[in-house]
């Protein structure tokens, strides 16, 4: 057995074997398999696809490829992935409030892919904190704080974290089996006993169509719950930006007006909903109505913020960074306002064109060895359908240099659509898969 049959295989159409695709991932994982012949097996799953049973095999191979992690806690361990959208901070506000619910919440997240943001990304934006937990530290701070949210360490499923970087620069992001196998991999190595996926769709997702969607929501669930984990799916929009900002530091600021300041909106909304449905389905909650009552509560009630607080502080971030989130974030020399070209209503916003937008502002990479500028991004984008007079603002640009806020605002007016007639404003929510 060896890379080259195996990216043959591929290369006609046909699956490999359970072994051949168990050999791989171990390459993967052990530095036999080159990266040229990584990206040739992406390139090769990307073009011709897996049979059902290669996507669950695949899945499998990539989380057997390290550690599987084993919990003692006295109450269920739960955990919620994004397939990806832009200004989705969502686990940020999840974990928190999960873990002030009673739940233990071991959050194993990844970095900005292609167009979308990184959970991890965001995170880092805290001066000190720092993802990359040990194994055994990870386990502490989860024990202890009821919630963490790292990288996957060098020990779990680390056949994806290569192939995951390598997908990146490849322009392999978008295939059904590298998804599900890269999100289920790694949740299903951390040990969960409740899983539940938030499977974007709109112009700022990687599926852009409903039944691109479903196909992926449908493959998620099929997979995690043939592997023994209980998942259910929710399939939510992503034709605008969930949150009003788009960049590292400013959506952790989004966040902090949630968990702090009982801000409302669909971040806040999507967050609850999802909590609800996990605390539902592990039986921590009687019902929907029941989960929904418990995440509203501890976010109003403070104690999903005191829980990130804890959680940022056990990480290696500042100790009282809840009380004082305002001075401890980075902010950008440069802000200016994009002003509307002519009056009218917001249409469309190509989220995918706006995240790239981000990118070349210095707020993700393109290429693996890029530094993040945590600073830079958009805030205060306009909503789908909203009225805008000629000259009102339709968000503000945060960048580092004034070059690069020229560029941005050009993209940022190609990438918004105003007329004259009110649009058909998508539901947050589109259907639900368990």
């Not at 992001?173 to 409740?194: C, F, N, P, Q």
Request: charged share 20%.
């Amino acid at each position: 057995m060896d890379a080259r049959s195996i990216i043959a295989h591929l290369r006609r159409g046909e699956t490999p074997s359970r072994e051949a695709l168990a050999w791989f991932a171990r390459g993967l994982a052990e530095g036999t398999v080159s990266d040229a012949q990584a990206g040739a097996f992406a390139m090769g799953v990307c073009l011709r696809g897996l049979s059902e049973e290669g996507r669950v095999a695949l899945t499998l191979a990539m989380r057997d490829s390290g550690d599987r992690m084993a919990w003692d806690l006295p109450a269920p361990v739960l955990d919620k992935h994004s397939t990806g959208g832009v200004g989705d901070c969502v686990s940020l506000i999840l974990a928190p409030a999960l873990a002030a619910c009673g739940a233990y919440v071991p959050m194993i997240s990844g970095r900005g892919l292609g167009h979308t943001g990184g959970t991890l990304d965001k995170l880092e934006a805290i001066p000190g904190l720092s993802t990359g937990l040990s194994e055994a530290r990870f386990k502490e701070v989860v024990a202890q704080v009821g919630c963490a949210i790292v990288s996957a360490t060098a020990e779990i499923a680390p056949a994806d974290k290569r192939l995951y970087a390598i997908r990146d620069v490849t322009a392999t992001v978008e295939s059904l089996d590298l998804i599900t196998a890269s999100i289920l991999s790694k949740k299903l190595a951390a040990g969960l006993e409740g899983l539940v996926l938030d499977v974007k769709v709109g112009t700022g997702a990687f599926m852009k169509s409903p039944q691109e969607a479903r196909a992926l929501a449908q493959s998620l669930v099929g997979t995690a719950n043939l592997a023994g984990c209980p998942t259910s799916a929710v399939i939510s929009d992503m034709n605008q930006p969930l949150a009003a900002s788009l960049g590292n530091a400013l959506e952790v600021a989004e966040c902090m007006a949630v968990l702090c300041d009982g801000a409302g909106g669909p971040l806040a909304e999507l967050s609850v909903a999802l909590g609800a449905r996990l605390l539902a389905n592990a039986g921590m909650a009687r019902d929907m109505d029941a989960g929904l009552r418990q995440m509203r509560d501890v976010l109003d009630n403070g104690k999903a913020a005191e829980v990130f607080g804890r959680m940022v502080g056990a990480m290696g971030g500042p100790t009282r960074f809840t009380e004082e989130w305002r001075r401890f974030l980075p902010e950008a020399p440069v802000i200016r306002e994009i002003a509307a070209p002519e009056t009218g209503y917001i249409t469309a916003i190509d989220g995918e064109a706006l995240g790239l937008a981000v990118v070349g502002l210095g707020g993700g990479r393109q290429v693996e060895s890029d530094v993040i500028n945590p600073a830079v991004g958009f805030s205060d984008v306009v909503r789908l359908g909203q009225y805008v007079e000629a000259g009102q603002p339709l968000l503000r640009v945060h960048a580092a240099r004034e070059a690069a806020a020229e560029a941005a605002a050009v993209q940022v007016r190609a990438a918004i659509a105003i007329d004259a007639t009110m649009p058909d404003i998508p539901p947050l929510v589109h259907e639900e898969s368990s």
